[in-house]
């Protein structure tokens, strides 16, 4: 409670939440009052705004709200999905490896640190492009979150590893508790708040990788998504037909999601590190 | 005799560090496009056989599984066959193990949507595009982005009130975003600068001077488009490494000391460059995945073009020639960065000393 106080104390905090939780509302709410539909032509293509269509319509003329508020749901979606995967993964290797030590450790930080060199983006090219049908949203997010997930690891892996040699820790040991259970019980709670903090920003990775990739053509088959949107404004020349609202507003959504989960984690680092408070 | 060295110790492990990482990285390479049924072959095939009759259509494919290596050839030169006459396929672990032999010795095999070309040749053309964006970009991004970061937290006030939430909004913006803003206001609505290519119709690469005039033109904008979301994100990873550093004892202690402000700045910034620097290495790979699909937004003839050009046409051997040398820059890159830690950093010479 006392932290949850801390937390509206920050400017930084309640602006970005505000502005994530706007953005998820508009995701969540928006098909309960708005006729969403991506399916049909409501119109000629890149029609300018209007009243009956506000930000116009697409190459298709189909109406780009509808396409917006889908495509913002498709990229919270992939978001949600590949952070957690990455945070799971990340998490579970690096409290491991952090706190058994020796051998283990080093094989799993050398693996780590290994596909952390590896452009995370190739690896997602070649898996992305040698699956050609069937590639689905959830798919794509399951492949960014098993690709991103090395630096959520090499991070709690540190912090795993700094209370490795805590009393508490040494106590439990002598208690005969198991390692899963010193890991889970004794070592995790203290890390939440920067398993936490690594979420936030293996979601944003998430968004930002499905959108490239949509920009490579490689992206879901079954949804519209942000990147799927920007990709086709490009392809279908609507940055020379001068149909700013084909690409701008995608814009602004994908670097406003960014831009306040950015704001969460540096507004949660400076609560949990008094250091960089001041 | 490495022991005497410890810097010299320090690059040969790191050396054999990245030759693991090279092969795992090669494996990947390899085996990841071929998880699918794709296969070049057919690709190729599906593409010529209209209004072949089946004989000649039999003997190109066959010519074709030569040349991707997909099949056992005899001492002689011929196509290995079974019992029934048709070629024996190679297998995959001897197709991964000829793959390793023609890529070390730089022959990454022939493109298919270009198709007698050579892989290789392609990129050649491509690379010097990428290479002449990419690094400076990285560079200066990276040196403007730290200056600005221990600045800000340095001075604090308005200019960081001001600078901090820019360069979060500068980071957050991704490459491909910004260059389509960029393309568009610059290039379509005021004109300043041209919309999309690497140089002007008519012309070709060459060292003229007319040439570099029309090339540094069309350079601004994609430059732009990465440079200062390189700028931004960096500016922050260093501010707060400053911020850290301000709060340390020994900067307490020299600021009682009475030691001169700028004097401890300097101690400070070297402190925490060293992180900076580390951090680059990681990040590397992302900046330069960012930049590659910013060079899409401009049509630019580098790499990044190149590789959504093979996505498009299913050319599997550009694509993981392409992917295959990206890989192989950032480990280089990778590899140059931990040397240059190696001499900086004390502590790793003092580590390898204490652990002989």
Known sequence: MRL??????????????????????????????????????????????????????????????SMLVSGLRSSLYVGFLAGSVATTLGTLIGLYGGYKGGLIDDVLTVGTNLFLVIPSLIVLILLSASIDDGRSLTLIALIIGCTTWTWSARAVRAQAASLRNRDHVALARINGYGTLGIVFVHIMPYLLSYIFMVFILQMAAGILSEASLSM????????????????DAKTNEALTDGAWWAFVPAMVLITTVVFSLYIINTSLEGVFNPRLRK | MLDNHPTLSHVVGR???????????????????????????????????????????????????????????????KVKRDARGKPVRTSLGRQFINYLGMSVRGDLGSSILQHPKRVTAIIKAALPWTLALQLPTIVFGWLIGNGLGALAAYKRGVFDKLMYPLALLASAIPAFCF???????????????????????????????AFLRSASYYYVLPFLSVFLIVVGGQAIG??????????????????????????????????????????????????????????????????????????????YPLISGCTLLVTVSVLCANFSVDVLVGFLDPRIRAARQRSK
């Not at chain 1, 508009?26 to 119109?43: E, H, I, K, S, Y």
């Not at chain 2, 560090?17 to 990285?25: E, I, M």
């Not at chain 2, 290519?197 to 003229?208: A, Q, W």
Request: hydrophobic share 50%.
């Open chain 2, 238 to 315: 260093m501010r707060s490494m400053c911020i850290y550093e301000l709060g340390t004892d020994y900067v307490k202690y020299a600021k009682l000391l009475g030691i001169e402000e700028s004097k401890i700045l300097l101690y400070m910034f070297r402190n925490a460059m060293l992180p900076q620097l580390t951090g680059l290495a990681l990040a590397l790979g992302t900046m330069v995945g960012g930049a590659l699909i910013a060079e899409m937004i401009f049509s630019y003839p580098g790499l990044g073009m190149a590789v959504l050009t093979a996505i498009q046409g299913n050319d």
């Open chain 2, 15 to 77: 050396a054999g560090w990245y030759l693991v990482t090279f092969l795992v990285a090669i494996s990947i390479n390899f085996f990841l496009p071929r998880l699918g049924d794709a296969n070049p072959v057919d690709t190729i095939m599906a593409k010529v056989t209209d209004g072949l009759d089946a004989a000649s259509a039999k003997a190109k494919e066959e010519a074709y599984l030569r040349e991707f290596n997909l099949v056992e050839v005899d001492d002689a030169g």
């Open chain 1, 216 to 231: 490579l053509g490689l992206g879901p088959y079954d949804s519209v998504s942000l990147g799927k949107i920007l990709n």
């Open chain 2, 179 to 209: 260059g389509m803003l960029l393309v568009y206001v610059f290039g379509i609505r005021l004109e300043w600068f041209p919309a999309v290519g690497g140089y002007d119709d008519g012309l070709t690469p060459e060292l003229s001077i």
């Open chain 1, 4 to 65: 949850l106080k801390n937390l509206f104390k920050s400017p930084f905090f309640v602006f970005g939440m505000s502005l994530f939780v706007l953005t998820l509302s508009v995701a969540l709410l928006g098909p309960l009052f708005l006729n969403l539909d991506v399916n049909n032509r409501a119109g000629l293509a890149y029609m300018a705004p209007s009243a009956r269509h506000w930000l116009g319509t697409d190459h298709m003329g189909v109406d780009m709200i």
